[in-house]
């Protein structure tokens, strides 16, 4: 059965930091681009960060210099370390994983940022 599941959101305040994972079950995850989007309600997906099989990232300028995203290869984990979060933070994460025309989805994680 192939699974994504995310996991590692919860309620912070702002400045605080929280690491979300993604573990990739039931398929070659480590051969998989790996990608972490946020949403919130009413809007669309929007891109956080993308790490390839190889280890090449990016970022969404927003984040860029708070979150890092990294992968364990032997352990089918991707992670996605967020620090100095703000309120403007605060939404649904989700875990994508895709290989040509190959597309998993995860089912999300709250991110709440707020005093």
């Known amino acids: 059965q192939v699974q994504l599941v995310e996991s590692g959101g919860g309620l912070v305040q702002p400045g605080g930091s929280l690491r979300l994972s993604c573990e990739g079950s039931g398929f070659t995850f480590s051969d998989y681009a790996v990608t972490w989007y946020r949403q919130d309600p009413g809007k669309e997906r929007k891109l956080v960060a993308r790490?390839?099989?190889?280890?090449?990232?990016y970022y969404t300028e927003s984040v860029k210099g708070r979150f890092t995203i990294s992968r364990v290869h032997a352990e089918n984990m991707v992670y996605l370390q967020m620090n100095n979060l703000t309120p403007d933070d605060t939404a649904a994460y989700y875990c994508?994983?895709?290989?040509?025309?190959?597309?998993?989805w995860g089912r999300g994680t709250q991110v709440t940022v707020s005093s």
């Open positions: 994508r994983a895709d290989l040509r025309r190959t597309i998993y």
């Open positions: 790490i390839l099989s190889s280890g090449s990232t």
